[in-house]
């Protein structure tokens, strides 16, 4: 029984001895996963791990990365290793997939370290050469001809944007109208180095006289430059009375082709919504999402163009599309619901609209409080809107539209920037009267918060609170 309980006590020792020498001479691969644009760790991203040598067997693992943008892999045998990381944002930034490779011998530990980089470093990326002043970046594309597919070699990229500044003498916002253009070069590629950053932005494709739909994007500062691929369609476009935006403001017919659009329309939680408007912007006609929130739009032009999703209750989702002459393209909308607090009783409450009582204090605009809102007993928005000198309403209900008489812009419909509670581009008729706490209303070029007012006026709208 002794000889046995030592023989036994003897093996454990050696299996033991064995387990501890196989793991020194496993090898580990591990490293941290940076977001160096936006100055924090990268989570949930892919890492790749392949054994390239020896190729048998086989041998490949994804890892996603914790928190706190760490990853690690133990146990592999010495060899040659090729390692690959993706994220979402390498897409949203037109960034390749990035890769390294490796090589491990029998116990060795090899720290590989991925990040997206700054907006420092993309900047210098997509402007060699060029030195971008602070608050500025760049937007990037493609262009291409709608009808054919080929790059849109000398076309014009054009954009327009506000700048806001302080006047010394009177100690006013003064919005200033600014725009810049380049040319495409031979490679079908355009960059626009030096626009504002956190700014609201319009790009339009010009050729030969013509002008295709203008774009809304922003590029924001801790990135520092905006990936925005174009096309440009003859037959679907109008012709451009200059070089620069036109100063008409008559309406224009709606462009028209023979492009289809279909999609569906989501909550942010994933939840498929009926009854959604869906329309292309400077195209004619718009559809209603069925039970499902699947859509389908007829008719429409071809090129870059600027798809909207507008409910009651709901803040307008807008994403751009690519369509073609007698293709169907299929996009996917989301949209996020506009809360609404339940009435309360307030005893008391001081600067409930805080901004609203600074911007009173400037010589621009109209302004309603709660109580004038309630007197006019207004059965929609618009309806406030509507008594105002240089607007009027195209439209009513769901589909109004507030259309500035006095703005210009893309030789297109002028209208004002609408935002609710600090969200731009809205719609007049998406809160009711009985819903809003205070109205700002600025019927011109001047006057708004900062950066909002893009030469067609500003409307501001706060919910009650």
């Given amino acids: 029984m002794t000889h046995r309980i030592v023989a036994g006590l003897a093996l454990t020792a050696l299996v033991l001895l064995a387990q501890r020498a196989v793991a020194q001479q496993s090898a580990r691969i591990d490293g941290v996963l940076t977001d160096s644009a936006h100055q924090k760790p990268l989570s949930d991203a892919a890492v790749f791990v392949t054994r390239l040598e020896p190729a048998q067997p086989e041998f490949s693992r994804t890892l996603i990365s914790d928190k706190d943008g760490r990853y690690h892999l133990d146990s592999l045998v010495a060899g040659r290793y090729s390692v690959m990381f993706s994220h979402p944002a390498l897409d949203s930034l037109d960034l390749p997939m990035l890769s390294r490779e490796v090589v491990l011998a029998a116990g060795d530990r090899a720290r590989v370290d991925f990040g997206i980089p700054s907006g ?8 060699p050469g060029v030195q971008l002043p602070a608050g500025t970046g760049a937007v990037i594309g493609a262009v291409t001809d709608a009808d054919t597919d080929r790059p849109l070699v000398g076309a014009s990229i054009v954009v327009t944007w506000n700048e806001v500044s302080v006047d010394r003498n009177t100690l006013q916002a003064v919005t200033t109208a600014r725009s810049g253009s380049v040319r495409v070069d031979s490679t079908g590629v355009y960059r626009l180095c030096g626009v504002p950053t956190d700014n609201y932005l319009l790009v339009q494709v010009q050729m030969g006289g013509r002008a295709g739909s203008a774009l809304r994007t922003e590029v924001s500062d801790s990135v520092g430059f905006k990936r925005l691929d174009l096309s440009f369609s003859a037959t679907a476009s109008r012709v451009l009375a200059a070089d620069t935006p036109s100063a008409d403001t008559a309406e ?23 009854d959604v408007a869906v329309s292309v912007d400077d195209a004619a006609g718009s559809s209603r999402t069925d039970s499902l929130g699947r859509f389908r739009l007829n008719g429409l032009p071809a ?43 307030v005893v008391a409450q001081r600067n409930k609209y805080k901004d609203f009582e600074q911007h009173k204090r400037l010589p621009f605009g109209k302004f309603f409080t709660e109580d004038q809102i309630e007197q ?81 006026g500003v409307i501001v709208i706060w919910t009650k609170r």
Wanted: with cysteine; charged share 20%; net charge positive.
């Fill in 120 to 127: 420092a470093t993309l900047r210098r990326v997509v402007c």
């Fill in 303 to 345: 090129g870059s163009q600027l798809v909207e999703a507008r409910r009651v209750g709901f803040f307008v989702g807008r994403k751009s599309v690519e369509l073609r002459s007698g293709r169907t393209v299929d996009v996917q909308l989301s949209i996020d619901r506009i809360v609404s607090l339940d009435s309360i009783r």
């Fill in 252 to 274: 224009v017919a709606p462009l028209t082709g023979t492009a289809v659009l279909t999609g569906t329309v989501r909550s942010k939680t994933g939840v498929p919504l009926a």
């Fill in 376 to 456: 006019r007993h207004a059965f929609e928005a618009s309806d406030i809107v509507r008594l105002t000198p240089g607007f009027r309403i195209v439209g009513s209900g769901y589909d109004a539209k507030v259309v500035s008489t006095r703005g210009a812009g893309f030789g297109r419909i002028c209208m004002p920037n609408i935002i609710i509670d600090n969200m731009q581009n809205q719609d007049i008729n998406l809160i009711r009267p009985n819903d809003i706490g205070a109205m700002e209303i600025y019927n011109d070029s001047m006057g708004g918060p900062p950066g909002a007012n893009r030469g067609c």
